[in-house]
């Protein structure tokens, strides 16, 4: 087995997983109508997205795993995403400052991997870059449109900045699975989407009339799977709860 | 059913010859099909009649978000998942649309919500009734939606011309959702053991209260004959009822499941079955906000709404920000 692509892969569809599982919490309390369908949008996507690099993952490893068996059977230590995506989604302001400092590295990341040297992934990132682009546009909207909007909607998302601030750094943490895959043409190195990710953050802030916190500590552990926040835990039992409490049933 | 217990405003219905010159010239419209357009004139309460309906349609849809939306986060695979959000994210939809049609009469949604959250206006009795298990999902799908494609298909023709386009496309989705429904249900019919008791339990909970989506019995319901003469309404509660137990007696022994109704049997002489009448006091306690979930679904909408607020005035406050910047900039 290709155990650096194998790891890849999951680090791809445990991010869109957990994101997708989290954004999809909305579904029936977004602030307003078309913002809840909005919403369920962007899940719907992440979900699509998961099915393409889960079952890719599953294929490489070639123990016969699926898509549905790499999500719904995995415990937290198995999980491969950005700790950031699978905090609680707090206010609807958090939310999507969330979904944008995400989509801001996730867009540069799959116009990357849409040149990988592997064309099944190229392939996936194609399709997804797509979804992503328009997820970027739409959260970059809202951010700036409640960073700028009242006294109040501005300090709710100056609060949410502060606190997700020292997680973003994990997205350009680099280790030697992504060495690996930046030296066999697979995908890029994190660290290389720094720049493009700050131009774009930079001048939304600006716009959002949000102040960047400064430091640049970050949480790290998610993505390699040393440590995980206290929350995936709890999602994973809401989630996986079928799947568990009636082992082998087809559903 | 979604828009159930309507109470008509008219005193009675009236013959053509008791009519005023405008008043018959519109019935006569109406009695020849054609359509009655926002700008058109119509009779006040026909107008408040359709407000009520729409309104409570379109509250409907938005409260039966919550008892499906309550299995998002538990389904059971990432396929089951995807499906289940994009019919709950439809039912958003069609809110929206059948807001937009109430709006043309005349009402705002921002109206029609405040009275949802104070319980002015009512949505189905069918959403304050739990979902329990995965199974509910299909039951329903397969029963709630049925019942209300049973009621939506005939209201593609009915004489408002908004309500009747919105519901020719709420129609083919909710199709699609009443075989969804039926096909969880076929999975879990033919599952495991306790799949298969898990589907049994769904159509034991949701078998009375699908009934009652209709509304009371047409000898109880008062308010039908006005409503029907102004092709708002399209068939009368006991119709629609007989149809959908026809339809779905025989679906369920496909599935091998039992309809809890001992007296359920063929009658050859009607076409139909001859089934028990649910327990109207039931219905009458939901209604009156007594069901097992009403204090529940109207928190869950009260608590999106309030905590949504900063949401709205700082989407709009960003607007007027931005407009007025336009302004100086073209100056």
């Not at chain 1, 993952?57 to 699926?66: F, L, N, P």
């Not at chain 2, 369920?252 to 809890?260: H, I, S």
């Not at chain 2, 608590?303 to 989407?315: I, P, Q, T």
Request: some cysteine; overall charge negative.
């Amino acid at each position: 087995m290709d155990d650096t692509l194998f790891e890849f892969l999951l680090r791809q569809g445990d991010n869109t997983l957990v994101l997708g599982h989290r954004v999809s919490e909305w579904c029936g309390h977004a602030p307003v109508l078309e913002e809840d369908i909005a919403l369920a949008n962007t899940a719907l996507d992440l979900i699509g997205q998961t099915r393409m690099w889960l079952g890719y993952a599953g294929e490489v490893e070639g123990k016969g795993r699926s898509a549905d068996d790499l999500a719904y059977l995995r415990d937290a230590w198995d999980f491969r995403n950005l700790l950031m995506l699978e905090r609680p989604n707090g206010d609807f302001g958090h939310t999507l400052l969330r979904q944008f400092l995400f989509d801001a590295f996730q867009v540069p990341h799959l116009k990357a991997l849409e040149d990988s040297s592997d064309p099944r992934i190229a392939e996936i990132a194609a399709k997804s870059v797509k979804e992503a682009t328009y997820h970027l546009e739409r959260s970059r909207e809202t951010v700036i449109a409640l960073g700028d909007g009242t006294g109040e909607s501005h300090a709710r998302m100056q609060a949410a900045l502060d606190l997700l601030w020292p997680y973003v750094g994990e997205m350009f943490l680099s280790d030697e699975v992504d060495t690996d895959m930046a030296q066999r043409g697979i995908a890029p190195d994190p660290a290389s989407l720094r720049q493009t990710w700050d131009k774009t953050v930079t001048q939304a802030l600006t716009d959002a009339t949000l102040e960047r916190p400064e430091g640049d500590f970050t949480h790290r552990g998610g993505k390699t799977g040393e440590m995980h926040t206290e929350h995936l835990g709890h999602m994973l039992a809401t989630m996986q709860f079928l799947q568990r409490a009636y082992p082998g049933a087809t559903w | 059913m979604y828009a159930q217990m309507v109470k008509s405003t008219g005193q009675g219905v009236k013959s053509l010859d008791e009519m005023d010159p405008q008043e018959r010239a519109f019935q006569e419209r109406i009695n020849r099909d054609e359509k009655i357009e926002p700008k058109d004139w119509m009779p006040a309460a026909y107008r408040k009649n359709l407000i009520r309906q729409i309104g409570q349609h379109a509250h409907s849809e938005i409260v039966g978000q919550l008892p499906e939306g309550n299995w998002i986060t538990r389904a059971p695979t990432l396929e089951r998942k995807a499906i289940l959000l994009a019919k709950v994210q439809d039912e958003a939809g069609h809110g929206l649309y059948l807001y937009c049609a109430a709006e043309t009469l005349g009402v705002s949604r921002d109206e029609l919500t405040e009275d949802l959250l104070s319980g002015k206006m009512k949505y189905s009795s069918i959403f304050n009734y739990p979902t329990l298990t995965w199974a509910d999902m299909g039951a329903v799908g397969w029963l709630v939606d049925g019942a209300a494609i049973m009621n939506q298909v005939p209201l593609q023709r009915t004489s408002f011309g908004p309500y009747a386009r919105a519901m020719v496309r709420i129609c083919k989705e909710e199709s699609f959702h009443q075989r969804q429904g039926y096909d969880i249900m076929m999975k879990m019919a033919n599952g495991s053991d306790a799949q298969k008791r898990m589907a049994q339990d769904a159509l034991n909970r949701f078998w009375y209260p699908s009934l009652m989506m209709f509304g009371p019995s047409d000898k109880d319901s008062v308010h039908s004959a006005q409503s029907m003469a102004w092709k708002i309404k399209m068939n009368t509660n006991d119709e629609l009822r007989q149809k959908f137990v026809d339809q779905t007696v025989p679906q369920a022994e496909y599935l091998g499941l039992t309809v809890p109704d001992p007296d359920i049997a063929w009658n050859e002489e009607k076409g139909g079955y001859d089934f028990t009448e649910p327990d109207w006091s039931e219905f009458f306690d939901v209604i009156k906000g007594n069901g097992p979930c009403n204090v529940e679904r109207l928190a869950a909408r009260n608590k999106a709404w309030d905590e949504g607020r900063w949401v709205r005035d700082a989407l709009l406050a960003h607007g007027e920000k931005r407009r007025a910047a336009r302004v100086v900039a073209a100056e």
